[in-house]
């Protein structure tokens, strides 16, 4: 097989994956100059010089660093934060003149080739959670001025889409070991760039390898017949006759049946030529099952077994980017949507042509679309990582203190209520800000016999201070002043508190930074971030130790808004008063002195639970608020929300973090939302036809 200029053969594996993964950097790398080119010059001098010159220059950095002569794939960390502070526009600072973004995309391009010539490490620039640091109003109101910036790229499969490719490519129904972990970057898991193969990784994936291929090449004889048994792959049949020794098209033929599902192209003349080599010559060796099987695993361990290769194999149009072809756009959509590889009706279609235009995509999307969400599972899990309730399992709860509580059933009540929302499809983000609806867990014996979800015998009703499940059909309405949207669900307010305590910190961090696109520092390693332990205090009077001139100035942005939901225990239950320690009362003895340890006394005290909306760039909305309620349904009107939304649904899709280059694609979703009365699914066929996702475009120096 050949492209771009680069030669793969199956009989040599790690040059194979050499080149394959040498294609990710497609960049036109410049020789070593002696000084910077004239333009990036002049850009430094007018931008960088007045501060980063001199004795004494700011931040300790100096332009001189940025010599060729100097740079080493060792001393290249300054170049990639220069490079990372020009991406995310926080240089030059925002009391200097802004440069043109097209003139810092020129700068970004010159010093990615450089540190590419020196084989510098250049892996941060490409996963830096970057999204929130970006001005907002750059990406939705300030005129376009910035190219796209979205290099080629290998993207490492997730573990869902590991598994969909090895069911529908290898005939492989037993479980096998799962080697692709996810990662967490910018909120969401598998983010595309910086994914590599690590030693480990690779072991398990030659195990499965294995195993895939004696499976898929189990037979047994019926006299001279071969018969394929249950999971093997019967195009393999001519290959696995002891008798006959079959001619090089049985395996061109068997392969091209395999690859259909994981090959963007198809293998060449020298690879088909490589693949029957190995058979023959192992055939010679020992028996036909084995020489089919070694060619299988061979191939089940080749780069696109491993990684999405979206390196834009169209010609380049004028303005210098590359459109995914049609295999690499029907591989894109399979694993945006559904976890599963090359769908063989989309691929015929795509290669008469029905994906050449946007609207093509666009209709390829809309009819995926219209499939019952659940063949559309990347769907539901873009709200469990955007909203992050699923962990509400994960945080210890005394069962002693509510034995009614039980919070795998609370995930699946928000999971069903979200989909019920997306089913609707109207108005999705108020619907999701602001609902009073919600499911209850279902009663055990209602659900034993139903093939539905299976909860242990509890009371869980009680979380949503109900006194009885509900009667009738779900989702039910609870009371106005009780619940409001996904926020006040139980799994999310469980998944944001502490083992004993809520955690307002937490929540109004998640509110700043995912509901209005803003940035709060990490805790820094000097600060001890631990509130008083005195329980006699509300966690309100306890946190007041954050109002420190040091802490303020990042919990100004958390606390006021976290503190709304001080309405809610910490179990997720609506409460009217706060319970706290009354230490001018006894201890209250335990039933048996020898083991049980006396308990402080109680008392209930009134609940605050005022808040605010401040710096939000949003004038429109920013005040006190009075309770949750107010909060949420003040940032449901929010035209900063829904478009801080948006940026999260691009960088989930996209599987990168957004970038100014975005912005038409970013301005193009959100006018397809708005213009569809609020429609997930509009957002997504926008999305999943833009330029940022069917482009990629090579840096070049300037």
């Given at each position: 097989m050949e492209m771009n200029g680069m030669r793969s053969s199956a009989s040599d594996l790690g040059r194979r994956m050499a080149a394959t993964l040498l294609l990710s950097l497609l960049v036109q790398v410049t020789s070593a100059q002696e000084t910077p080119p004239r333009d990036v010059v002049a850009f430094l001098d007018q931008h960088c010089a007045k501060c980063h010159s001199g004795a004494k220059p700011k931040g300790d950095f100096t332009l001189t660093r940025l010599d060729p002569r100097m740079l080493t794939a060792t001393t290249a960390s300054e170049w990639i934060e220069t490079a990372r502070m020009l991406i995310m526009g926080e240089m030059p600072p925002a009391s200097r003149p802004r440069p043109a973004a097209a003139a810092s995309a020129q700068v970004v391009a010159w010093l990615r080739a450089e540190l590419k010539r020196v084989g510098a490490d250049t892996h941060e620039l490409e996963?830096?959670?970057?999204?929130?640091?970006?001005?907002?109003?750059?990406?939705?109101?300030?005129?376009?001025?910035?190219?796209?910036?979205?290099?080629?790229?290998?993207?490492?499969?997730?573990?869902?889409?590991?598994?969909?490719?090895?069911?529908?490519?290898?005939?492989?129904?037993?479980?096998?070991?799962?080697?692709?972990?996810?990662?967490?970057?910018?909120?969401?898991?598998?983010?595309?760039a910086g994914r590599s193969i690590d030693v480990g990784t690779l072991s398990t994936l030659m195990r499965n390898a294995a195993r895939m291929a004696a499976s898929a090449t189990v037979h047994h004889l019926e006299g001279d017949k071969v018969v394929m048994d249950r999971g093997g792959l019967g195009s393999f049949a001519a290959l696995l006759d002891p008798q006959l020794v079959p001619e090089r098209k049985a395996l061109d033929a068997a392969l091209n049946s395999l690859l259909v599902y994981r090959r963007t192209q198809l293998p060449g003349t020298e690879e088909y030529a490589a693949l029957y080599a190995l058979y023959l010559k192992t055939r010679r060796e020992s028996t036909a099952a084995v020489a089919a099987r070694a060619v299988l695993t061979a191939v089940f361990l080749q780069p696109e077994s491993m990684f999405r290769l979206e390196l834009g194999l169209d010609p380049a149009d004028p303005q210098g980017r590359r459109r995914l072809s049609p295999a690499e756009i029907v591989f894109a959509l399979g694993g945006a949507l559904?976890?599963?590889?090359?769908?063989?009706?989309?691929?015929?279609?795509?290669?008469?042509?029905?994906?050449?235009?946007?609207?093509?995509?666009?209709?390829?999307?809309?009819?995926?679309?219209?499939?019952?969400?659940?063949?559309?599972?990347?769907?539901?899990?873009?709200?469990?990582?955007?909203?992050?309730?699923?962990?509400?399992?994960?945080?210890?709860?005394?069962?002693?203190?509510?034995?009614?509580?039980?919070?795998?059933?609370?995930?699946?009540?928000?999971?069903?209520?979200?989909?019920?929302?997306?089913?609707?499809?109207?108005?999705?983000?108020?619907?999701?800000?602001?609902?009073?609806?919600?499911?209850?867990?279902?009663?055990?014996?209602?659900?034993?016999?139903?093939?539905?979800?299976?909860?242990?015998?509890?009371?869980?009703?009680?979380?949503?201070?109900?006194?009885?499940?509900?009667?009738?059909?779900?989702?039910?309405?609870?009371?106005?002043?009780?619940?409001?949207?996904?926020?006040?669900?139980?799994?999310?307010?469980?998944?944001?508190?502490?083992?004993?305590?809520?955690?307002?910190?937490?929540?109004?961090?998640?509110?700043?930074?995912?509901?209005?696109?803003?940035?709060?520092?990490?805790?820094?390693?000097?600060?001890?971030?631990?509130?008083?332990?005195?329980?006699?205090?509300?966690?309100?009077?306890?946190?007041?130790?954050?109002?420190?001139?040091?802490?303020?100035?990042?919990?100004?942005?958390?606390?006021?808004?976290?503190?709304?939901?001080?309405?809610?225990?910490?179990?997720?239950?609506?409460?009217?008063?706060?319970?706290?320690?009354?230490?001018?009362?006894?201890?209250?003895?335990?039933?048996?002195?020898?083991?049980?340890?006396?308990t402080a006394a109680k008392h209930e005290v009134a609940l605050d639970t005022t808040g605010a909306l401040d710096f939000t760039s949003d004038p429109t909305i920013d005040?006190?608020?009075?309770?949750?309620?107010?909060?949420?349904?003040?940032?449901?009107?929010?035209?900063?929300?829904?478009?801080?939304?948006?940026?999260?649904?691009?960088?989930?899709?996209?599987?990168?973090?957004?970038?100014?280059?975005?912005?038409?694609?970013?301005?193009?979703?959100?006018?397809?939302?708005?213009?569809?009365?609020g429609s997930m699914k509009a957002l997504i066929v926008a999305l999943l036809s833009s330029d940022s996702f069917l482009y990629r475009t090579v840096p070049t120096s300037p």
């Open positions: 996963i830096q959670p970057t999204g929130n640091h970006l001005d907002h109003t750059r990406l939705f109101s300030d005129p376009l001025d910035a190219p796209l910036d979205n290099p080629p790229r290998l993207w490492r499969f997730s573990p869902q889409l590991y598994f969909g490719l090895l069911k529908a490519s290898s005939g492989e129904r037993n479980p096998l070991t799962q080697a692709m972990s996810s990662e967490r970057v910018d909120g969401f898991f598998d983010m595309a559904r976890d599963q590889p090359l769908d063989r009706a989309q691929l015929d279609r795509a290669r008469k042509g029905a994906l050449d235009t946007r609207e093509g995509v666009a209709t390829e999307v809309r009819a995926m679309l219209a499939a019952p969400l659940s063949s559309n599972p990347r769907i539901l899990r873009f709200f469990q990582e955007y909203f992050a309730y699923t962990s509400a399992p994960d945080v210890f709860k005394d069962k002693a203190l509510n034995p009614d509580f039980y919070a795998p059933a609370l995930v699946g009540d928000t999971d069903q209520l979200i989909q019920v929302i997306l089913m609707r499809d109207k108005d999705v983000v108020k619907e999701l800000l602001t609902t009073r609806e919600s499911f209850i867990g279902s009663r055990w014996d209602l659900v034993k016999n139903t093939g539905g979800p299976v909860y242990p015998k509890t009371n869980n009703f009680r979380t949503y201070n109900l006194d009885a499940w509900p009667e009738g059909m779900q989702p039910v309405q609870l009371p106005v002043d009780q619940r409001c949207g996904i926020l006040t669900q139980p799994s999310w307010l469980v998944a944001r508190s502490q083992n004993f305590n809520n955690d307002a910190i937490r929540r109004g961090k998640w509110i700043r930074e995912h509901l209005l696109g803003q940035a709060i520092l990490d805790v820094p390693i000097t600060v001890c971030a631990k509130l008083p332990d005195d329980l006699s205090q509300t966690l309100r009077t306890r946190m007041e130790v954050t109002r420190q001139e040091y802490c303020w100035t990042c919990h100004q942005s958390m606390n006021p808004l976290g503190l709304a939901f001080e309405q809610y225990d910490h179990f997720g239950r609506y409460r009217t008063s706060e319970t706290v320690e009354d230490p001018s009362k006894p201890p209250i003895p335990g039933r048996n002195p020898k083991l049980d340890p006396p005040g006190p608020v009075a309770n949750v309620h107010e909060l949420l349904h003040r940032l449901a009107a929010s035209t900063r929300v829904r478009q801080v939304f948006v940026r999260h649904a691009f960088r989930y899709w996209m599987g990168r973090p957004e970038n100014i280059g975005d912005a038409t694609s970013l301005r193009e979703a959100d006018t397809a939302y708005v213009a569809s009365g």
